[in-house]
């Protein structure tokens, strides 16, 4: 029976490898890149490290398959992935002299965390992840894994948290809206950012 606890740091290399079967648009992108790492070192590595606290993940008894990863208050995480994940993730990825691929573009999103910063931060500070491998899909744990993000913000005083969904993932887009998630009041048209109050019932 898969359940959900808090990370520890013994879990990471799974998480990586959940961040890369799930990197698609919710499918796997091994191999989509040179080196596996560079997607979970932008989407999973810098919330380990700087925000393990709102960290939690699926252990099914024999590993981890998946996890919800957060920032709290997403201008302190840019500001703390600049100076804290940004010189080793830059050793690792280097920026590319010039960008044509899109591994090249990648690794430029791994260089400019303002990116992160999204429209009404002040009612939506929060950001968060969400991946599950294909058999813990559909049974509640992505519901489950939200509402407990939701309490800890709730315990914390943050008022809201919001994410971006790729247009391709329809699967993640119709869990977010059957969820409450709703565009974001100052760009009401855009489906792909989407945010939710703390006090929501999920
Ligand atoms: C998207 C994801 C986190 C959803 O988690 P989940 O555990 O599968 O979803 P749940 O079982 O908690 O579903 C909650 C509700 O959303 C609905 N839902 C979930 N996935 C859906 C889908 N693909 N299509 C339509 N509805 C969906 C469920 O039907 C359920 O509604 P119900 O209460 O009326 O039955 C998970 O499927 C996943 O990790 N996908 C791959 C990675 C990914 O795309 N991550 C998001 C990146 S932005």
Same mark, same amino acid.
């Given at each position: 029976?898969? +359940?959900?606890?808090?990370? =520890?740091?013994?879990? @990471? &290399? !799974?998480?990586?490898?959940?961040?890369?079967?799930?990197?698609?648009?919710?499918? &796997?992108?091994?191999?989509?890149?040179?080196?596996?790492?560079?997607?979970? /070192?932008?989407?999973?590595?810098?919330?380990? %490290?700087?925000?393990? &606290?709102?960290? $939690?993940?699926? /252990?099914?008894?024999?590993?981890?398959?998946?996890?919800?990863? *957060?920032?709290? !208050?997403?201008?302190? $995480?840019?500001? @703390?992935? @600049? %100076?804290?994940?940004?010189?080793?993730? *830059?050793?690792?990825?280097?920026?590319?002299?010039?960008?044509?691929?899109?591994?090249?573009?990648?690794?430029?999103?791994?260089? =400019?965390?303002?990116?992160?910063?999204?429209?009404?931060?002040?009612?939506?500070? %929060?950001?968060?992840?969400? !991946?599950?491998?294909?058999?813990?899909?559909? +049974?509640?744990?992505? @519901?489950?894994?939200?509402?407990?993000?939701?309490?800890?913000?709730?315990?914390?005083?943050?008022?809201?948290?919001?994410?971006?969904?790729?247009?391709?993932?329809?699967? %993640?887009? *119709?869990?977010?809206?059957?969820?409450?998630?709703?565009?974001?009041?100052?760009?009401? +048209?855009?489906?792909?950012?989407?945010?939710?109050?703390?006090?929501? =019932?999920?």
């Amino acid at each position: 029976m898969a +359940q959900i606890r808090r990370y =520890e740091p013994r879990d @990471r &290399d !799974d998480v990586y490898d959940v961040c890369v079967k799930t990197g698609d648009s919710g499918t &796997d992108a091994t191999g989509l890149f040179s080196d596996d790492t560079l997607l979970p /070192d932008i989407y999973a590595g810098p919330y380990l %490290a700087l925000q393990p &606290d709102l960290a $939690f993940v699926v /252990d099914t008894g024999t590993r981890v398959a998946g996890y919800l990863l *957060a920032a709290a !208050d997403t201008r302190d $995480f840019v500001r @703390r992935y @600049r %100076a804290e994940w940004l010189p080793g993730f *830059a050793a690792r990825h280097p920026s590319p002299v010039r960008v044509e691929s899109a591994e090249d573009r990648m690794v430029c999103t791994g260089h =400019e965390p303002e990116r992160m910063i999204g429209p009404d931060q002040d009612r939506y500070p %929060a950001h968060l992840h969400i !991946d599950l491998l294909p058999e813990l899909q559909g +049974q509640g744990l992505g @519901r489950a894994l939200i509402r407990m993000l939701l309490a800890e913000l709730r315990s914390r005083g943050i008022p809201g948290v919001q994410l971006g969904v790729g247009e391709q993932n329809r699967g %993640a887009r *119709a869990f977010y809206r059957r969820l409450g998630f709703h565009p974001l009041p100052s760009s009401p +048209q855009n489906e792909l950012v989407l945010g939710l109050e703390a006090d929501a =019932e999920v």
